[in-house]
């Protein structure tokens, strides 16, 4: 849908590869920012060994001041992406080495994590498990995906970071304990691209068919006076609805209905629920949709 919508007001040139080379510089910007979002916790880590460094560097060092503990820098999740090449090759190619090694962010909420009860039961002990590791990691990363100042730095480097925001956070809460073995040029599954390429390219092949079948749902509407956005989601509704056998009408429908109130305005969820049923309706009556039956679960 992104990278329909970006087509559609950039260019003249619909075509199949200009609006693939679209979607892949979208995917890519989703594997950047799940990544971004682990460097930033990772550059958080280790600025505990700077504080420490510049702690006990000072002219007359209070005992305190020796004793700041780097344990956050020895996390085994630090460890990992330090030594996961696909992490540190995504790292490189979206220019994000050394981005956050002292910046003023990292800095200001190193001291914001150095008061909370979490941080001070972690380095409470020198001892170290696997699950010790885990629970603060996964607690820095919550900590960060709610911090306007980090959030703010990211939407900064990314143009389609809300929309990408739900989805990365989701991935990396669920993965973020496999960081070792984690091949992050390859997190967007094959069979997730292979259908984003062929709705992509059945959506602009078909374009006409189904912009057909919803102008004369327009009634006391002129399609270029529709939200460009509702148009491109009712045809992509359609698109799966005659040409996608293998989805059921029901998700469809549902998936495009949540995509418009997501999307588009406040209007929108109820003008594509209602055009996108009549359609529907139209191509049961017509005997136009055809689904294959879903495997029987107990067979």
Known sequence: ????????????????PEAKKLLNTNYEQTTQLAVANLLLAKSICEYSIINANTKSS??????????VSIKPSQNIFVTQMIENASFNKIVNEA???????????????YKLLLETPEYKTYVSTETRSLDEDKNFFRFLLQMISTNEDT???????????EEDKIITDEWVASHFGYIKDIQFDELVPKDKLEF???LLETFLEKQQTTMELIEPKLINWEADRIAMMDLI???????????????????TINEYIDLAKGYSTLQSGQFVNGVLDKIHKELIAENKIKKQDRPNKKA
């Open 1 to 16: 849908m992104q990278s329909i919508y970006a087509l559609l007001n950039s260019s003249d040139n619909n075509s199949f």
């Open 58 to 67: 000072k002219h007359l060092p209070t005992v305190a001041d020796l004793n």
């Open 95 to 109: 220019k994000l080495a050394g981005r956050w090694s002292d910046n003023d962010v990292v800095k200001s909420f």
């Open 151 to 161: 959030q703010s730095l990211l939407e900064d480097l990314f143009i389609n970071f």
């Open 196 to 198: 984003g390429m062929e």
């Open 233 to 251: 989601i009712l045809q992509m509704g359609i698109t799966e609805l005659l040409y996608f056998p293998n989805i059921p009408t029901k998700v």
